[in-house]
């Protein structure tokens, strides 16, 4: 199981404005059918990365993650998109859902 680092106001604001806690997120993280990517045209400063994947109230959840020390840290989650949503039903083997 993987560990994160947030800042709780941070992930206040994400509950207000997404409705979805960091704890769930890192739950996303864990589904042994997440999909992930290193997101390149948002990474300025430090390398973010975006997993999708399902979290505790059975929601597909995007989370974006920097790298940091000692654990990544969670700048933001949310509701997969479309997009998202289909590029984790590729990666799903058939009959998993």
């Known amino acids: 199981m993987l560990w994160f680092d947030w800042d ?10 997404h409705g979805v806690d ?5 739950v996303a993280s864990n589904d042994r059918f997440a999909v ?8 300025v400063r430090a390398w973010r990365h975006l997993t999708i994947g399902y ?3 059975e929601r597909l959840l995007a989370m974006v993650t920097s790298d940091g020390w000692p ?17 984790y039903e590729q990666q799903r083997p058939p009959g998993t859902g």
Do not use: C, M
């Not at 960091?22 to 890192?26: I, L």
């Not at 992930?36 to 990474?43: M, N, Q």
């Not at 654990?71 to 590029?87: C, G, L, V």
């Open 8 to 17: 709780d106001a941070k992930e206040a604001q994400n509950v207000r404005r």
């Open 71 to 87: 654990r990544p840290r969670i700048i933001s989650a949310r509701r997969a998109t479309k997009r998202e949503r289909h590029a």
């Open 22 to 26: 960091f704890y769930e997120a890192t």
């Open 55 to 57: 979290g505790l109230r």
């Open 36 to 43: 992930g990517w290193f997101d390149v045209g948002h990474s």
